[in-house]
C-alpha cells in the first residue's frame, strides 16, 4: 500500500490539464478575477456554501487564504486548485481535496463551485475528471470522497458523471447557507474506471 504522496512539499502544484481546462493552484495575481466572479456568482452559490466571512471578497482575507492554502500544501491536508478556460485563460471556479487522511485511509474530501456564468457547460465535469488522475496516482489516495446537498440536481449530475458512487446519507452533516443541511454521501475509489 502507498502510504505518501508522489510529489515533494516543496515543490509547487503541478499544471493539470484537462478537456478544453486546465488547474493550478490559486496565486495572488488572480484576486481580481477570484472576487469578481465570486461577487457576480453570490446569488448562485450561497444556498450551496459556508457562509461567507464579512470580508470574504477582500484583498486581505484572500491573502489570508492563500496563507492557509500555502500551510494545508506542506501539511499534506488539502490541495486547492482554481480552474481555468485553457482557450482564454479565464477563470471559471476551483477545486480542493481537503481533509486528507493517510495512513490505512488514503482518502480526501472534494469540494468544488463554479462561476455562474459558466455553470452547466461541463467546465466542472471536465475539471474533476482531470483531478481524479492526480488524487489517485500523484497523491496515491484510495479514496475521493464527496457530498452534496440531496436538491443539488447539479452536482449529483456532475458526482454520477464522473464515475462517482452513492454511498449514503448524512443528516445534517455540513452547515452550509447557515443552516445544518443533510447531504448525499459519495465516492470514488482508485480501481474504479
Known amino acids: 500500500m502507498a502510504l505518501f504522496r508522489n510529489i515533494s512539499v516543496s515543490e509547487p502544484l503541478p499544471l493539470i490539464m484537462g478537456e478544453g481546462i486546465f488547474l493550478r ?35 486581505g482575507a484572500y491573502r489570508r487564504r492563500l496563507k492557509r492554502y500555502a500551510e ?52 466542472m465535469t471536465a475539471a474533476v475528471r482531470a483531478l481524479i488522475p492526480f488524487a489517485f496516482d500523484a497523491l496515491r489516495l484510495h479514496r475521493i470522497e464527496a457530498a452534496c446537498i440531496p436538491t443539488n440536481a447539479a452536482s449529483i449530475a456532475l458526482l454520477d458523471k464522473t464515475g462517482f458512487k452513492r454511498e449514503g446519507y448524512a443528516r445534517q452533516y455540513l452547515c452550509i447557507n447557515g443552516i445544518w443541511q443533510d447531504h448525499v454521501l459519495y465516492s470514488r475509489l482508485a480501481n474504479e474506471d
Open 72 to 123: 494545508d500544501l506542506r501539511n499534506d491536508v488539502a490541495y486547492p486548485f482554481l480552474l481555468f478556460d485553457k482557450g482564454s485563460n479565464t477563470l471559471l471556479g476551483g477545486l480542493t481535496l481537503t481533509n486528507l487522511r493517510r495512513g490505512v485511509a488514503q482518502a480526501a474530501s472534494l469540494g468544488y463551485w463554479i462561476g455562474e456564468p459558466y455553470a452547466r457547460r461541463g467546465y
Open 25 to 59: 493552484a490559486p496565486q495572488m495575481t488572480d484576486f481580481p478575477a477570484w472576487t469578481a466572479l465570486r461577487a457576480t456568482s453570490h446569488d448562485f452559490l450561497t444556498p450551496w456554501e459556508p457562509t461567507w466571512p464579512a470580508d470574504d471578497l477582500t484583498r
